[in-house]
């Protein structure tokens, strides 16, 4: 399968970048034509995190003319272990600024576009107007399926990646891509192909819950970059309609054919993502309501005597990381099966906690369900113990 190059040449290619780029214009299958075709591209990447981090980096090494970067998080020192586009001197920085400026040090020939705010249904059309090609590094589902609708409606296709623990994916999706230089019209195929429905919330941990190593992103993310520039050249086959999947603990890579779904409805118009993927279950928010405290709140309940039984819902290795004094550890799968239910105490008030407060919020409706009646859960999760309480403790 081959696809007709994406944008069209520039004019030319000043003597230093024909210097820069010479180890490109020396490949029969690029030469100065697939160089100008690059100067020529604008592509818009989604994300300058963990995948964003490395794609961009590459990209402008590559020689894209027109970068643009929608993302309006600032740097953690916890982001340094996977997103080595920022440095310690960017810790608290805007992460597009701070990727900006990476950028100019890498190919002060590429024009970067800031687009510093929450990607959203009123405002992705218009962003996503202004490129030939979207890549996404997102890591959640909400965006995900705002990109595909978007790149849908505007006809334009996206290269996608996912990163979790040890393993990634990456394809790329385009719903009505042209016909071929060999006449054949491929077939169309979106992310809702692959992913008709959003898994249950809380089914699928974030990097955030769950983690992901770090060099991960850059078999990913670069791989995503390779992606981007065979489809702006016309060169090679592009993973439309294949979804790749690399194992690093195994160091395998598998494809699995990706087919349009027989029921899948076309993409008329842009939908609120956050309730069509469901951050929270509707038993989770039922659960919480009422049922809420603060962690300044569990503390005076500590000081003052009331003696509650805290439970920390995450994993052990996050326990590990860091606890809320006196807690004990149940992992949320262990509540969710009933497994820890017995072993619960019925004479005390029972807390839950997280992370950040979903994770708790869903072990606190099944408790809820099982009886216990005046459990709650804590807003914020062991974050915000460290930030209402504890300053001392680290994050993750």
């Known amino acids: 399968m081959s696809l007709p190059p994406l944008v069209e040449p520039a004019a030319e290619l000043s003597r230093d970048e024909v210097m820069r780029y010479s180890r490109h214009l020396i490949i ?32 402008a090494a590559a020689g894209v003319g027109t970068l643009g970067i929608v993302e309006f998080d600032v740097v953690d020192e916890s982001n340094l272990q996977r997103q080595v586009i920022h440095g310690q001197s960017d810790v608290g920085k805007p992460k597009a600024e701070s990727a900006r400026d990476s950028i100019a040090e890498i190919n002060p020939y590429v024009q970067v576009n800031l687009h510093q705010t929450r990607l959203d249904s009123d ?29 849908v ?18 394809s790329v999706f385009w719903a009505a891509p042209p016909v071929g230089p060999d006449g054949v019209q491929e077939t169309g195929i979106q992310y809702r192909d692959l992913y008709p429905e959003p898994p249950p919330p809380g089914m699928v941990p974030s990097c955030a819950e769950g983690g992901v190593l770090g060099i991960l992103c850059a078999s990913i993310g670069s791989i995503m970059a390779t992606e981007a520039v065979k489809l702006i050249m016309g060169i090679g086959e592009p ?21 349009p779904d027989p029921d899948g409805q ?10 069509f993927c469901g951050v929270v279950s509707e038993e989770a928010t039922e659960a919480a309501a009422g049922s809420t405290i603060t962690a300044a709140e569990l503390k005076a309940m500590v000081d003052g005597g009331t003696d509650p039984y805290i439970v920390d819902v995450r994993e052990p290795a996050e326990y590990e990381i860091v606890k809320i004094p006196g807690s004990h550890l149940i992992p949320k799968g262990e ?13 005390k008030k029972i807390v839950l906690h997280c992370k950040s407060g979903v994770r708790s919020a869903e072990a606190l409706a099944v408790l809820k369900q099982a009886g216990f009646r005046d459990a709650v859960h804590v807003q914020g999760g062991v974050l915000a ?8 403790l680290p994050t993750y």
Do not use: H
Not at 47 to 52: H, K, V
Not at 266 to 275: G, Q
Not at 338 to 343: C, E, Q, Y
């Open 335 to 347: 509540i969710v099966s009933g497994a820890a239910l017995s072993g619960l105490p019925t004479d």
């Open 123 to 151: 405002n992705v059309l218009e962003i996503f107007g202004q490129y030939d090609l979207i890549v996404d590094g997102t890591d959640n589902f909400a965006t995900r399926y705002l990109v595909n609708d978007a790149c």
């Open 239 to 259: 993973l439309l309609g294949r979804l790749m999947i690399y194992d690093a603990l195994e160091m395998t890579y598998r494809q699995v054919k990706v087919r």
């Open 385 to 392: 113990w460290q930030s209402q309480v504890d300053p001392s």
């Open 28 to 59: 029969p299958d690029v030469a100065t034509i697939g160089q100008k075709r690059l100067k020529n591209a604008k592509v818009l990447c989604v994300g300058a995190g963990g995948l964003g981090s490395p794609a961009l980096l590459y990209l």
């Open 153 to 170: 409606l505007l006809g334009k296709p996206y290269v996608w990646g996912s990163i979790y623990r040890f393993e990634g994916q990456a």
């Open 266 to 275: 076309p993409v008329t118009e842009l939908i609120d993502y956050e309730a």
